[in-house]
T-cell receptor
Framework: ETGVTQTPRHLVMGMTNKKSLKCEQH?????MYWYKQSAKKPLELMFV???????ENNSVPSRFSPECPNSSHLFLHLHTLQPEDSALYLC??????????????FGPGTRLTVL | AQSVTQLDSHVSVSEGTPVLLRCNYS??????LFWYVQHPNKGLQLLLK??????LVKGINGFEAEFKKSETSFHLTKPSAHMSDAAEYFC?????????????FGQGTTLQVKP
């Protein structure tokens, strides 16, 4: 599946570092999403963007800062993270946000480890 | 409120035997329902979805699921398991009313396939 790509695939960072995750979708979709997948927990929706505008922030701490410069690209800027932020971060896209039948297509994820 | 419960956290079957992964949902409105699969170190891939058309939905790789409104269930089945089916499976609800792109994920079921 190459419709949604994510880089890097693995990232190790210290608590004082600043890093960014990148997501790109090649499907012509208008909506993009960030999810967090921790061990033993359901996927947690973090942010939703529709036509580059943020439409959902699911009470995410400010040390996570999303950016959506256009409908094809989504970034997640990270700074002063905590060890409990270690997880798999998944990006997804869909045609729109207002149709419950739309399929969300997922990228392979970035495995983040915070030391 | 909407929710989804996957009744088994772990299912183990022998290769060539049937697979049954159970999912119950709760929704105030008629929802859309999805099954996704996640292989190790990969993103989520859509197996199939129900969107109020036929109640028996056929997906990829021989999987199918039946929407039973009276039982609020959407169980995933496959007649004969293959070693490559070993993965994590997620049942997902997308509420119909006031949808904002939010998907509600189950906890996941790990499918083990023994030779």
């Amino acid at each position: 599946e190459t419709g949604v790509t994510q880089t890097p695939r693995h990232l190790v960072m210290g608590m004082t570092n600043k890093k960014s995750l990148k997501c790109e979708q090649h499907l012509g979709h208008n909506a993009m999403y960030w999810y967090k997948q921790s061990a033993k927990k359901p996927l947690e929706l973090m942010f939703v963007y529709n036509f580059k505008e943020q439409t959902e922030n699911n009470s995410v701490p400010s040390r996570f800062s999303p950016e959506c410069p256009n409908s094809s690209h989504l970034f997640l800027h990270l700074h002063t993270l905590q060890p409990e932020d270690s997880a798999l971060y998944l990006c997804a896209s869909s045609q729109d946000v207002d149709s419950s039948t739309d399929t969300q297509y997922f990228g392979p994820g970035t495995r983040l480890t915070v030391l | 409120a909407q929710s989804v419960t996957q009744l088994d956290s772990h299912v183990s079957v022998s290769e060539g035997t049937p697979v049954l992964l159970r999912c119950n949902y709760s929704s105030s409105y008629s929802p859309s329902l999805f099954w996704y699969v996640q292989h190790p170190n990969k993103g989520l891939q859509l197996l199939l979805k129900y969107t109020s058309a036929a109640t028996l939905v056929k997906g990829i790789n021989g999987f199918e699921a039946e929407f039973k409104k009276s039982e609020t269930s959407f169980h995933l089945t496959k007649p004969s398991a293959h070693m490559s089916d070993a993965a994590e499976y997620f049942c997902v609800v997308s509420p119909r009313a006031g949808n904002t792109g939010k998907l509600i994920f189950g906890q996941g079921t790990t499918l083990q396939v023994k030779p």
